[in-house]
């Protein structure tokens, strides 16, 4: 069955690559309008094992942008959701799905490549200096918010960022330059200037599974349903090119 659901793919990068994918493990970080694409594209590539990490459950706002957000999942785990839909993908597929947030505490040794598509600054940064520490390539989604043209999206090392004012670019190279991180990090950014109406924010606290309370001020972006989407797209495509072997 794995064989017939992979076979275009196999068309373009063969069987040996294909059976490589199958080897291979990759977690992805944040499962909403980004991650939830590239998940999922990593799941129809035939990546064998999938860590998928995300606290969050549904909700009304995720409908217009985000792969399982419908009114008959609202109030559902994110996470339980994407467990579900990818096992129906691919039947064989391991997934090892954490319903929690980010904070540091994960092994992160035995993947072969980190998705990252956390919305939150501190975990983020966490996240991206672990994987620097332990030598383990990453790609991570900076500026997907505030806009609607996806051709303006391309993937850089971070020390090649275009524009660094964004305000969430600006601050997580800073923060990861207090950390000694310049570059080494690959990220999908967007060209397009970023654009809101109008400014929401507010106070969240998260309990996690390991009853660590975390609260921080969580700023709500305008979202369209084009950019989030393709900066997926373009992450799992990095990842996939990056893991396979020479096929031309």
């Known amino acids: 069955m794995s064989g017939d659901i992979f076979s275009r793919n196999k ?13 291979l493990h990759v977690a992805v970080f944040g499962l ?10 990593l799941a129809r590539a035939g990546v064998g094992k999938l860590t998928i990490v995300d ?9 217009n ?13 994110k996470a339980k959701l994407f467990e579900n839909r990818l096992k129906d993908i691919n039947p064989d597929i391991k997934l ?16 072969d490549f980190v998705a990252d598509a956390i919305d939150t600054m501190r975990a983020k940064i966490e996240l991206l200096e672990s994987c620097v520490k332990f030598n383990i390539p990453v790609i991570s989604s900076m500026g997907a918010g505030n806009r609607i043209d996806p051709t303006q999206l391309y993937i850089s090392d971070i020390s090649e960022i275009e524009n660094k004012n964004a305000p969430f670019i600006s601050n997580i190279i800073y923060q990861l330059k207090k950390r000694g991180i310049e570059n080494g990090i690959t990220v999908v950014v967007s060209r397009e200037k970023p654009f809101v109406k109008e400014k929401l924010s507010s106070t969240e606290k998260i309990i ?3 009853s660590e309370t975390i609260e921080f001020t ?31």
């Open 55 to 63: 606290f969050d459950d549904v909700s009304t706002t995720n409908i």
């Open 11 to 23: 068309l373009f990068w063969g069987e040996e690559n294909q059976d490589l994918l199958s080897r």
């Open 208 to 210: 996690t599974k390991d």
């Open 218 to 248: 969580k700023i709500t972006p305008a979202s369209t349903p084009f950019v989030a989407s393709c900066s997926g797209i373009f992450m799992a495509s990095f990842i996939v090119k990056s893991l396979l072997k020479e096929y031309k």
């Open 32 to 41: 909403g309008g980004v991650g939830g694409y590239c998940a999922e594209a």
């Open 96 to 111: 090892n799905v954490v319903d929690d947030f980010y904070n540091g505490n994960m092994d992160l040794k035995s993947f």
């Open 65 to 77: 942008r985000q792969l399982i957000a419908m009114h008959s999942t609202v109030g559902k785990s």
